[in-house]
C-alpha cells in the first residue's frame, strides 16, 4: 500500500497515540497470514552435496627408495662443516655405513607407519634401476586401483636433472645411473603419491607435469586414430590423481644448519611435533621460557596417539590447527580431495603446512602438486606457537622438582602423569582430573561462540569450524561443541553444507553409539538439520543402525514434544523412498510408537507422526498389515478434524498412502480401503485448500488401485453427459447480473493474475468481455478452466482446459460440470456390476465436486484424475459391456420433471452453482460420521421443478440417510492393457507437502521471527500503519461528534469497468474495492484514479454478492464470496504487484438456487452474505441456504452451523463478538438473533416478525447495549432491544429499497432506490440529504442504485448504481 506523504510528513507522534494504537491493533490476530498461505508448498531446491567423498581411497603401498651412500658424498653438492646430518634422527657417522642404512631405513617406515599402520611397506636402499622398477611394478600390481606412495631421498646423489631424471646407482657403486621420471611415471602407475626430499627437487615436479601432459597428448592421438603406431602400444596410465610432494623450488639447495636434521622435510611430514618443538626451541622467541633446551623436549610425558596426556594433546592441537589453516585457505574441492579422501594424504598435507612454515625460514620453499596457496602466515599458527610455549614453559620445573604437570589448573606429578598415559584401564575422567587439558580447545570454543553471537547475517563462515569437529572427540568439551554445532547448523542449508563439507558426518553418526542422555536432545537437533538438507543419509543411518537411536528418542516419554517431532521427522526421512529403512524401523516398532503419540497436544509432533506414518507404509506391504493390525487408520481419523490444517493434510496423506498401496488385494482389504476413502471423502468441503489438494491425492491412489472399476465409472458418467442436456441458468438473467457489453473507448486494464496469467485487457471493451465469458464456459469452477497461455475464443471449452501436461483434456469443465448434475439414480444402477451407491461412483462424484473447486490447484489436480481415467476408459473402452446395460435409453430424460431425480440425490444435493455433498448435507458433515455398513433404501426426492420465484423444498426434509457399502463390483485382475499408463497419476500427482513441511527444519529455528523483532522491517511497517490507523479513528470520531448535518458533497466519481454489485471501502487507506459480476476493481478516491482491476475468477452464471476486508488495520486481504457458496481470498491487489488468491473454499455447499429474484421487487437473490470478526477470526456466512455457518479462519474449518429454523434464504448477518451474537435478516421479513454459545436447538433466542417483506439490512450495533436496526424492503426502519421481543422504535422511508447501509460511528443510514435516488437519514428518521443528480456531466440523472456502503469512520458514503457510475459524498468540507 503506498503511505500517505501528508502522515510521513507530520510532526512527532505523542505517546498517547502509541499507546492506542499498541492497545488495540497489536492484539488483533491475523487471517490467512501463516507460511502455508504466503509461500508455495513445496520443498527447497535441494543443493548439490559434494560433501560425500565419491572416491576415497587408502594408500595400501609405500616404497621407501633412500639413496644415501653414507660416507660418500655427491660430487655436485658442497656441504658446509659442521653440517645437517642426521636421518630419520639418527647419525649416519655413529656406526657402519651398511648399518646406519638399514637403521635408517627401519625408521623411516616407522615414522609412516604412525601414519598408516596398515599399509605394505618396501624399503630399496642405494637402489639400482631395475630393483626401483622391479618394486614399483610389484606395488602397482598389488595395489591394483588404490594409492602407491612413492618416497624418494636423494641426499647420497647428484641432483635431479632438467631433462626430468633423478639418480640412483649401478651394482658395484662405481656410479651414478639416472632414472627418468617418464618410466617412473610408466612403473607406479596412477593413483600415486611422490615424495622427493632432495636438492632442486622442483625440477622433478616440472618434468613430471611435462611428461604426464604428453602422455595425455598420446592417449588422445591414440583414440582419435587407431592404426597409428601410438595405438598399437600398450596406453600409458592416465597421471591426473598423482600428487607430488618436493621439499624445495627448481632452484635451491636444501638447509645444512647442523641444528636441523639432514632431512628436515621427511621430519616435518612424518615427525612434525619433535621437528616443530625443537624449531621453537630455536627460534628467539623461546628465549623467554628460560631452562628450555633441545634435550628437554625428549623428555614431554605421554603418547602421540593418546590424545589424554601432554603429547598426546600437543599432537591433537596441532592437527587441529593444520586442518583449520587448510580449509580456510583452500578451496573446497581441493580441501576434499588432498584432506578428506585419504588418511595418509591427509596427514602428509598437514605436516607439509608445517614444512612450509619450517623451510621458508630457512630460504626453502616446498612445492605440491596440486600447489597450495601459501599458509606459513596464517593467524592460526599463533595459537600453535601458544600451546607449545605453554607446554614448554611447564617443562624445566617438572623434570628438575618432579612437580605436576600443569597445562590448565588441575595438577598431577610427572610420575601420575606417566602412569595415567600407560594405564589405559583408567576411565577417562581420571585423566582430566589428573592433568589438566591445554586451554586451547576451550579458547577456540568461545571464538566460535562469539561469531556464532555477535555476526552479521551475510559474512564469511567461521574459522574454528574443524576445530569444533576435533572438540566432538574429547568428553571435556563435547557438550559444549554439540550445542554450538547445533547452533551454527540453525543458520540454514549453507552452515549444514560446511558443516558436511568439513567432514562432521562420521563423528555425528559414532556419536549415535553413545548412550549418554544429556547428548539426545543436541544429537537429535543436529541431525534433523543434517537429514533436511541432505537426506541421502538415511542409507549411512540404518547401516550403522543409527535408526534405533531414534526410535528411543521417540518412545522416550520424558523427551520435551520438540525433541520427539525432531526424533520422528528423521525416521521419516529414514523411511522415505527406502525399502531398508522401512523394514528396520518396522521391526523397531515404528507403528506402534508414532500410533501412541497421534493424540499428543503438540500440533508439529502430529503431523510429523502421520507423515511418517504415511512413508513407512508407502508402497510397503508389511508396514500396511501392520498398520491395519493396529487399527491404524481408525486412530488417524481423529486428525482428520485437528484443528491445524497442516495435521490434517498429513492425516490425508498417511491414510492416502495406506489405500494406496499395490500389494495383493483381498476382500478384507478392499473393505478397508472403503472404508477409509469414505472417510476422507467427508473433507470434501474443508476450508484449507491444502487439505483438498492431499485429498485429491489420496483419492487417486484409491483411482489407480481399482482403476477397471473406475472406468466402468467414467464410462458410464460420458454416455450420460452425451444424452443429456441441462437447461442454462443463462437463459434466466436478472438485471444487473450479466454485464452488458458496451462499445466505449475506456477499455477496462484487467491485471493479469497469478496462475490465471495471459487475461491482460483485450483490445476492446467488446473482446475483453467475450474473453472472460470464454473464460469459463463451464458454470462452476472458472479458475481451472483456463491456464496460462491456453486462452481460446471457441465456443468449447475443452480448449481452453489444456494443462501444462496435457495439450487437451478428455473431459472438458463443461462436461464435468454436467456430469456433476445429471448422473440420475435409474441409469447408474443398471450399470453392470456397479450399483448406483458403490463407493466408486461416490468417489467419482467426489472427484467431480473437487475438479469444480474455486482453488486453482486443488481443480487442476483433480481434472488430472478424472481425464486419467477417462483416458483409458475410452482407450480400453468394452463397448458392448455398456450398450447392453440397457441404460441409455432410460438415461435421456426428455424434461427435468420427467420422473426419478435426475439432477438432484439425497445428500449429495447439488444446484446450479453447488457442488455435491458426498456423504451427507454439508450441515451435519462432521458430526455424522457414517456408520458402515448401513443397508437402507436409497433415499429418493420428490420431483423438482426449477421456477424463478418459488419455493424449493429445503435439504432438511429429505431422509439423510444413504448406502455407504455395497458389495463392490467382483474383483477382476487389474487391467494390464497400458501399464507404463498407470503412473499417469501417481508420478505426476503430489502435492510436495511432506518436502514444504520438512523445509521447517532446514531453516533456523533459534531466530527471533522478524515480526517480533523490533527493529525490523516488518515491525516498522506494522507501527506506521497501526499509527495511522490511530489517527483516521480519531479524526474521523472529531467529526462524527460534530454531528453530520448534510452528506451530499461528492467528493469522487468514475465510470467502473463493469455494473457495481458491491462496494466496500478500505477502513483505514483511500482505497475502495467495487465488484461486478466477476471482477474487482480498485479504486483511489482521494486521487480518483483507478488501481487495480483483475478477474475474480468465479465461474458464469455466479456472481459476487459480498465482500469484506481481512485484516484491514494491518496487510490488507479481501475476501469475496459469490452465490455458489464459493469463498476467495486476495492479496496484493491495489499496488503494483500481482494479485495472488490466498485461499478459496466452499463456504456454503448447498446454496438453493430456486429464491434468486424476489417477485415484484427487482431485486437478485442474497446470493451469500457474510459478516467477518476480526477479533476472533471467525467469518459468518449464509444466503440462499437454511444455516448461518460459522468458519474459524485460523483452523480453516467449520465451526457452527446455527439452523435458521426458516424456509426462506439469509438476506444479511451481522454479528457481535463480545455478546456472542449474530442477527441475521431473512427473505422473508423475519430477523431471527442467535446465541452461537447455545447448541443448535436452543441458539436462536429471538424472533421478529414485524417486517412484512424481504429485509434489505439487519445491524447489530456493536456497544454492550447496541440495539438491532432493520430494514424491509418497504422502506421501514425498526429498531429492536436484543431482549425485548417487540420493536422499540420504527421510522418510515422511501418505499422499493434496492440497497441499504447504517454508518457505524454517526448515526446514519443510506438508503438507495430503484427511482434513481438516495436519501441519507440521521438517528431521528429526518432526511439530511436527498441525492438525485451527479456533480458536474451536466447534472445527469443518477441510475438506478446497485449497491450503497458507508465508510467505517469516516462520513463517506459510496454508492454505486446501474449506469456503471461509482460515486461517493461527504460531509461538508468545513467538517472534514
Not at 157 to 168: K, L
Not at 1009 to 1014: L, R
Request: glycine share 6%; charged share 20%; proline share 7%.
Amino acid at each position: 500500500m503506498k503511505m500517505d506523504s501528508d502522515l510521513l510528513q507530520s510532526p512527532a507522534v505523542g505517546l498517547t497515540e502509541e499507546e492506542e494504537a499498541d492497545m488495540n491493533d497489536w492484539k488483533l490476530p491475523l487471517a490467512f497470514m501463516k507460511k502455508r498461505h504466503s509461500e508455495k508448498i513445496e520443498g527447497s531446491k535441494a543443493l548439490a552435496q559434494s560433501w560425500r567423498m565419491k572416491d576415497r581411497m587408502k594408500t595400501v603401498s609405500v616404497a621407501l627408495v633412500l639413496c644415501l651412500n653414507v660416507g660418500v658424498d655427491p660430487p655436485d653438492v658442497v656441504k658446509t662443516s659442521p653440517c645437517a646430518r642426521l636421518e630419520c634422527w639418527i647419525d649416519p657417522l655413529s656406526m657402519s655405513p651398511q648399518k646406519a642404512l638399514e637403521t635408517i631405513g627401519a625408521n623411516l617406515q616407522k615414522q609412516y607407519e604412525n601414519w598408516q599402520p596398515r599399509a605394505r611397506y618396501k624399503q630399496s636402499l642405494d637402489p639400482t634401476v631395475d630393483e626401483v622398477k622391479k618394486l614399483c611394478t610389484s606395488l602397482r600390481r598389488n595395489a591394483k586401483e588404490e594409492r602407491v606412495l612413492f618416497h624418494y631421498n636423494g641426499h647420497g646423489v647428484p641432483r635431479p636433472t632438467v631433462n626430468g631424471e633423478i639418480w640412483v646407482f649401478n651394482k658395484n657403486y662405481t656410479q651414478y645411473i639416472p632414472l627418468s621420471i617418464y618410466d617412473l611415471q610408466t612403473w607406479m602407475g596412477s593413483p600415486s603419491i611422490f615424495v622427493y626430499d632432495c636438492s632442486n627437487a622442483g625440477i622433478i615436479v616440472k618434468s613430471f607435469k611435462q611428461f604426464a601432459l604428453q602422455r595425455e597428448q598420446e592417449l588422445e592421438v591414440a583414440a582419435i586414430n587407431p592404426s597409428h603406431p601410438l595405438a598399437q602400444m600398450p596406453l600409458p596410465p592416465s597421471m591426473k590423481n598423482c600428487i607430488q610432494l618436493a621439499a624445495c623450488e627448481a632452484s635451491e639447495l636444501l638447509p645444512m644448519n647442523p641444528d636441523l636434521p639432514a632431512d628436515l622435510f621427511t621430519s616435518c611430514l612424518t615427525t612434525p611435533i619433535k621437528i616443530a618443538l625443537r624449531w621453537f626451541c630455536m627460534q628467539k622467541s623461546a628465549k623467554l621460557v628460560p631452562g628450555v633446551t633441545l634435550d628437554l623436549i625428549e623428555k614431554i610425558p605421554g603418547r602421540l596417539n593418546d590424545r589424554r596426556t601432554p603429547l598426546g594433546e600437543l599432537n591433537w592441537i596441532f592437527t587441529a590447527i593444520t586442518d583449520t589453516i587448510a580449509w580456510n585457505v583452500l578451496p573446497r574441492d581441493l580441501f576434499q580431495k588432498l584432506f578428506r579422501q585419504d588418511l595418509l594424504v591427509a596427514s602428509l598435507f598437514r605436516n607439509f603446512l608445517l614444512a612450509e612454515r619450517i623451510m621458508r625460514s630457512y630460504n626453502c620453499t616446498p612445492v605440491s602438486s596440486p600447489r597450495l596457496p601459501p599458509t606459513y602466515m596464517h593467524a592460526m599458527w599463533q595459537a600453535w606457537d601458544l600451546a607449545v610455549d605453554i607446554c614448554l614453559s611447564q617443562l624445566p620445573t617438572i623434570i628438575e622438582e618432579g612437580t605436576a604437570f600443569r597445562l590448565l589448573g588441575s595438577q598431577c606429578s610427572l610420575k601420575e602423569s606417566l602412569q595415567a598415559g600407560l594405564r589405559a584401564d583408567l576411565p577417562t575422567s581420571t585423566y582430566s582430573a589428573l592433568l589438566g587439558h591445554s586451554p586451547f580447545f576451550a579458547e577456540q570454543l568461545t571464538a566460535f561462540q562469539v561469531w556464532l553471537t555477535m555476526g552479521v547475517e551475510n559474512r564469511n563462515p567461521p574459522e574454528q569450524l574443524p576445530i569444533v569437529l576435533q572438540v566432538l572427540l574429547s568428553q571435556v568439551h563435547r557438550l559444549r561443541a554439540l550445542d554450538l554445532l547445533g547452533r551454527f547448523l540453525d543458520l540454514g542449508p549453507w552452515a549444514v553444507s560446511l558443516a558436511l563439507s568439513v567432514g562432521i558426518f562420521p563423528y555425528v553418526l559414532k556419536l549415535l553409539q553413545s548412550s549418554a542422555r544429556e547428548l539426545r536432545p543436541l544429537l537429535v537437533f543436529i541431525w534433523a538439520k543434517i537429514l533436511a538438507v541432505d537426506s541421502s543419509c538415511q542409507a549411512d543411518l540404518v547401516k550403522d543402525n543409527g535408526h534405533k537411536y531414534f526410535l528411543s528418542v521417540l518412545a522416550d516419554s520424558y523427551m520435551p514434544a520438540e525433541h520427539r517431532t525432531m526424533a520422528v521427522f528423521i525416521l521419516a526421512v529414514i523411511v522415505n523412498s527406502y525399502t531398508t529403512g522401512q523394514e528396520a524401523c518396522l521391526q523397531g516398532n515404528l507403528i506402534a510408537n508414532c500410533l501412541e503419540q497421534l493424540s499428543d497436544p503438540h500440533p508439529l509432533l502430529r503431523q510429523w507422526v502421520a507423515i511418517c506414518l504415511g512413508r513407512i507404509w508407502q508402497n510397503f506391504d508389511p508396514a500396511r498389515w501392520c498398520g491395519v493390525r493396529d487399527s491404524a487408520h481408525e486412530k488417524l481419523y481423529t486428525l482428520l478434524t485437528d484443528p491445524i490444517p497442516e495435521v490434517r493434510c498429513a492425516a490425508v496423506f498417511a491414510l492416502g498412502t495406506f489405500v494406496g498401496n499395490s500389494g495383493e488385494r483381498t476382500d478384507h482389504s478392499t473393505t478397508i480401503d472403503h472404508n477409509v476413502v469414505m472417510m476422507l471423502a467427508q473433507l470434501i468441503n474443508d476450508g484449507s485448500p491444502v487439505v483438498r489438494k492431499e485429498l485429491v491425492v489420496a483419492l487417486s491412489h484409491l483411482v489407480v488401485q481399482y482403476e477397471s472399476n473406475f472406468c466402468t465409472v467414467a464410462l458410464q458418467f460420458i454416455e450420460e453427459e452425451k444424452n443429456y442436456t441441462v437447461p442454462s441458468p443463462a437463459n434466466t438473467a436478472e438485471p444487473g447480473n450479466l454485464t452488458p457489453v458496451r462499445d466505449s473507448p475506456a477499455i477496462p486494464r484487467l491485471r493479469s493474475v497469478n496462475s490465471y496469467t495471459n487475461i491482460r485487457a483485450a483490445t476492446t471493451a467488446r473482446n475483453l468481455n467475450k474473453s472472460l465469458q470464454n473464460l469459463n464456459l463451464n458454470e462452476e469452477g472458472g479458475p481451472a478452466a483456463f491456464s496460462p497461455g491456453n486462452l481460446s475464443t471457441s465456443s468449447s471449452a475443452s480448449s481452453t482446459l489444456g494443462s501444462p501436461d496435457n495439450d487437451e483434456y478428455i473431459l472438458s469443465f463443461e462436461t464435468i460440470d454436467k456430469m456433476r448434475r445429471v448422473s440420475s439414480y435409474s441409469s447408474l444402477n443398471s450399470l453392470i456390476g456397479v450399483s448406483f451407491n458403490s463407493v466408486y461412483t461416490q468417489i467419482w462424484r467426489v472427484l467431480l465436486h473437487l475438479a469444480a473447486d474455486p482453488f486453482p490447484e486443488v481443480s487442476d489436480l483433480a481434472m488430472k484424475v478424472l481425464n486419467s481415467i477417462a483416458y483409458k476408459a475410452t482407450m480400453n473402452a468394452r463397448p458392448q459391456r455398456i450398450l447392453d446395460s440397457g441404460s441409455l435409453t432410460q438415461s435421456a430424460p426428455a424434461s427435468p420433471t420427467s420422473k426419478g431425480t435426475h439432477i438432484h440425490q439425497a445428500g449429495l444435493c447439488s444446484s446450479s452453482g453447488s457442488p455435491p455433498m458426498p456423504s451427507t448435507s454439508s450441515s451435519s458433515l462432521t458430526n455424522e460420521v457414517p456408520k458402515p455398513p448401513a443397508r437402507e433404501p436409497p433415499a429418493t426426492r420428490p420431483p423438482y421443478t426449477p421456477t424463478l420465484g418459488g419455493q424449493a423444498p429445503h435439504s432438511h426434509q429429505f431422509p439423510r440417510t444413504r448406502k455407504m457399502f455395497d458389495k463392490g463390483p467382483e474383483q477382476g485382475g487389474e487391467d494390464g492393457d497400458e501399464p507404463c499408463h498407470r503412473n499417469y497419476i501417481s508420478a505426476s500427482l503430489q502435492t510436495g507437502l511432506c518436502d514444504w513441511s520438512a523445509k521447517y527444519f532446514a531453516q533456523p529455528v533459534m531466530k527471533i521471527p522478524e515480526e517480533h523483532d523490533q527493529e525490523s522491517q516488518v515491525r516498522m511497517e506494522r507501527q506506521w500503519r497501526f499509527l495511522r490507523n490511530t489517527r483516521v479513528r480519531r479524526q474521523s470520531r472529531t467529526i462524527t461528534q460534530k454531528g453530520v448535518s448534510r452528506l451530499d458533497d461528492q467528493i469522487f466519481i468514475n465510470r467502473n469497468p463493469g455494473v457495481p454489485s458491491v462496494v466496500k471501502f478500505h477502513p483505514f487507506n483511500t482505497c475502495i474495492a467495487v465488484a461486478d459480476k466477476d471482477s474487482i476493481c480498485f479504486w483511489d478516491w482521494e486521487k480518483g484514479e483507478r488501481l487495480d482491476y483483475f478477474y475474480n475468477g468465479n465461474p458464469r452464471y455466479t456472481r459476487i454478492t459480498a465482500m469484506e476486508y481481512l485484516n484491514g488495520h494491518d496487510c490488507s486481504l479481501l475476501l469475496t464470496a459469490t452465490d455458489d457458496g464459493a469463498l476467495r481470498v486476495w492479496k496484493n491487489f491495489a499496488d503494483q504487484k500481482n494479485p495472488e488468491m490466498v485461499t478459496a473454499w466452499q463456504g456454503l455447499s448447498d446454496m438453493l438456487p430456486t429464491t434468486r429474484g424476489q417477485p415484484g421487487t427487482g431485486t437478485h437473490s442474497a446470493g451469500m452474505v457474510v459478516d467477518w470478526e476480526q477479533d476472533t477470526g471467525l467469518l459468518m456466512t449464509s444466503g440462499d441456504v437454511r444455516v448461518v455457518r460459522i468458519w474459524d479462519t485460523d483452523r480453516e474449518m467449520k465451526v457452527q452451523d446455527i439452523p435458521t429454523g426458516a424456509d426462506s434464504c439469509v438476506t444479511s448477518l451481522s454479528c457481535d463478538s463480545q455478546r456472542s451474537l449474530v442477527v441475521a435478516g431473512l427473505g422473508d421479513g423475519s430477523v431471527r438473533l442467535f446465541d452461537r454459545r447455545m447448541g443448535p436447538n436452543d441458539c436462536r433466542v429471538m424472533t421478529y416478525r414485524e417486517h412484512g417483506a424481504w429485509v434489505v439490512k439487519a445491524h447489530l450495533q456493536k456497544e454492550t447495549d447496541g440495539h438491532i436496526i432493520s430494514v424491509s424492503v418497504n422502506g421501514d426502519v425498526r429498531f429492536f432491544e436484543p431482549r425485548s421481543p417487540d420493536s422499540v422504535n420504527v421510522l418510515q422511508t422511501v418505499k422499493g429499497l434496492t440497497a441499504l447501509d447504517i454508518h457505524p460511528q454517526a448515526n446514519l443510514f443510506a438508503c438507495g432506490s430503484m427511482n434513481q435516488f438516495i436519501a441519507v437519514y440521521n438517528a431521528n428518521g429526518d432526511v439530511i440529504s436527498n441525492i438525485k443528480y451527479y456533480d458536474g456531466f451536466m447534472g445527469q440523472r443518477i441510475g438506478a442504485i446497485s449497491c450503497l456502503a458507508f465508510h467505517p469512520h469516516w462520513p463517506h458514503l459510496a454508492v454505486g448504481s446501474n449506469d456503471y457510475y461509482m460515486s461517493i459524498y461527504s460531509a461538508e468540507k468545513r467538517l472534514r
